[in-house]
């Protein structure tokens, strides 16, 4: 109800600015105008490796889009979140689950006493962006910060259509890491400069997301970065975009001849274009090699000299596994569509950023494969099909996580039949604890952190899994083809999704993405009762769950032989591609919690019944999904 009341209210919003349009665009009667703001970001930065200080200009060129006028902007001061009492630290104190890498366990494992390591941190140990000057098209503007967010009043509303210059000064100070971003971390890496610089919120047709930086996750907007970073000549950086003076530069990023800029730094230029973020990490104990994929980016790894012989060891084996990565997303959702991507060891998890990934780089040989698998999926989900990760957080997380399980399932020549179990033994263990809350839910309003990484990596997975066995699995592959095509360097939401998948297999499909996504409803079907009379034997299946499922059978017979049936769901208006082996029984109607059909076979003959055998399906008690008989 909401969601048609507030599309027709964009509607009419939309109905006289449309009036001038060419002919050619789609008439708001038949589909919303879909728009988007954009940035173009010239930053210079001056690092000071010693002081973990670095001072800033940046000049920020913003078009509005929007039908609306603006009269405030904000921008995100991610580094502000490293500061004690900051909603970061509060959250870190109050959430009964802490991630173990923000906190120090004063207790034991049994009874833990956490202690935020933000609230220890001290004044020059903690992150911070100070705005010094802020100007709109050369006029002084008021500002005024308030934990991680800058709110601009602007005294000349930007109207529709219109672009803005905004010049900024800024100091800022990179914090100890405690998550993602930082310096000197476990594994000393100097400087992991994510989320470092202040970066304007994105506006879209849901108004304004100028959230605070509690614990996750990110929402920008498209634009193209030109950043100058200065900093000492011994560092070696790796990060988004393209070095525009390599031979000035050296450092492995060399085409000829080096030439290296006199004195004590290097400014090194990079350029990015098409982008929602500007990441970057420098250290003077890097290694870089490089790797050409055939038709594909330039792959760069970056990683400490001074870890253990076994660690560097993996980090080669690491190198050709990441070119088949490369391919294997490429050819499953859509080309990779920069011409590099950098694999940076930044010591602490991994995060996924524009053309490269922050990851630990200790550790096992099969940990570093999966975390960097895991990233670079990333470069799809999230990064080019750039949902809200705040509000959807299962559309980057989940669809990265299905992907990734499949990639490495089939690079290591694995061939499963369900490459997905880990997501539905976590999924299903939520699902039965009292701790499970929608997938609808901010990221940042779990009551446990528990709750929010199976609801996002494990459900969000089984969101497209489960979605192969409603629709089939040819229906999947072409669904994430097709929504890489039409959202690629966009803002999805849920809804652009689920609608793909509609108009790919001719199914109604919303039913799916209310339950599985705004609700906790579970799904339990059972194998109710088998009767026989004569030569027939009839069979009950029972609904339990509240979410509708169509149902896969498999009846195995006392002679060896098995036979395959499907059950479709009434709702989906419609039946999924199946063998010519299977027989397709009449719809079951989701009201009816019982549902019935006959085999022209004697109960003697039956050994076993079994709803899903291949276990698609999130059923959370799989014990009533079978029945032996003999
Ligand atoms: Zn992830």
Redesign the pocket.
């Known amino acids: 109800m909401k969601i048609s009341i507030a599309l027709s209210l964009s509607l009419l919003l939309l109905m006289p600015l449309t009036k001038g349009h060419s002919q050619n665009e789609t008439p708001p009667s038949s589909k919303p105008h879909y728009w988007q703001q954009h940035v173009d970001y010239t930053m210079a930065i001056d690092m000071d490796v010693k002081t973990y200080k670095y001072t800033g200009t940046q000049k920020l060129v913003y078009t509005n889009n929007s039908p609306d006028v603006l009269d405030r902007v904000f921008y995100h001061l991610y580094p502000n979140a490293f500061q004690p009492n900051s909603e970061m630290d509060a959250r870190l104190q109050s959430i009964p689950d802490p991630d173990g890498r923000m906190v120090n366990n004063l207790g034991t494992k049994a009874a833990p006493i956490y202690e935020s390591r933000i609230s220890k941190l001290s004044p020059d140990e903690i992150g911070y962006i100070n705005v010094t000057s802020l100007t709109q098209d050369g006029k002084k503007v008021r500002h005024e910060t308030q934990g991680t967010i800058l709110i601009v009043t602007l005294d000349k509303p930007i109207q529709p259509g219109e672009k803005t210059t905004f010049d900024m000064v800024f100091d800022a100070q990179v914090p100890v890491q405690i998550r993602r971003s930082g310096r000197n971390n476990k594994e000393g890496v100097a400087l992991s400069m994510s989320q470092w610089y202040p970066k304007l919120a994105e506006y879209d047709d849901e108004g304004w997301h100028a959230d605070p930086y509690i614990a996750r996750e990110f929402y920008g907007v498209w634009g193209d970065f030109d950043v100058k970073i200065t900093i000492d000549k011994n560092y070696t950086i790796g990060g988004t975009g393209y070095l525009q003076n390599p031979n000035e530069i050296g450092h492995g990023y060399e085409t000829g001849t080096v030439k290296k800029q006199k004195g004590k730094t290097l400014t090194w230029h990079f350029k990015a274009p098409n982008v929602h973020d500007f990441t970057w990490a420098a250290d003077p104990e890097y290694i870089h090699d490089t790797l050409q994929v055939e038709n594909g980016p330039l792959l760069h790894f970056l990683y400490k000299k001074t870890m253990p012989a076994a660690n560097l060891e993996n980090w080669k084996i690491l190198q050709p596994v990441t070119e088949q990565l490369m391919q294997y997303f490429s050819t499953h959702v859509g080309d990779y569509p920069y011409d590099q991507y950098s694999v940076i060891q930044g010591g602490d998890g ?3 950023y524009g053309m490269c990934t922050l990851i630990v780089g200790e550790g096992t040989i099969s940990g570093l494969i999966g975390v960097t698998a ?2 670079l ?2 470069s799809w989900f ?1 990064f080019v099909l750039a949902s809200n990760e705040n509000k959807h957080s299962w559309m ?2 989940g669809f ?2 299905y992907i990734q399980d499949r990639a490495l399932d089939a690079i290591t020549g694995t061939n499963s039949d369900n490459p997905f179990t880990g997501s539905y033994r976590s999924y299903i263990s939520l699902a039965n604890s009292d701790r499970e809350q929608p997938q609808s839910t901010h990221s940042d309003r779990y009551a446990y952190n528990r709750a929010f990484s199976i609801a996002s ?1 494990s459900k969000g997975s089984i969101f497209l899994s489960q979605l192969g066995y409603i629709i089939g699995e040819e229906n999947l592959d072409k669904t994430l083809k097709q929504y890489y095509k039409e959202w690629a360097f966009k803002h999805p939401k849920p809804m652009d999704f689920i609608r793909i998948a509609e108009k790919v297999s001719g199914m109604e499909l919303d039913w799916y993405l209310t339950d599985w996504t705004q609700t906790t409803n579970t799904i339990d079907y059972a194998v109710k009762n088998v009767d026989s009379e004569g030569n027939k034997t009839t069979v009950t299946f029972e609904r339990i769950g509240l979410m509708p499922m169509p149902l896969d059978v498999e009846i195995s017979y006392a002679d060896g032989s098995k036979a395959a049936y499907h059950i479709p769901l009434r709702m989906t208006r419609g039946v999924k591609p199946t063998p010519n082996t299977t027989t397709v029984l009449p719809n079951w109607a989701w009201a009816h919690s019982f549902y019935t059909f006959e085999i022209d076979k004697p109960k003697s003959a039956i050994t076993s019944i079994t709803i899903d055998p291949r276990g698609y399906m999130a059923d959370v008690n799989r014990e009533n999904n079978v029945l032996k008989i003999n």
């Open positions: 991994g995060m996924e895991h990233e999926a990333h999230q980057d997380e990265t996580t990596y």
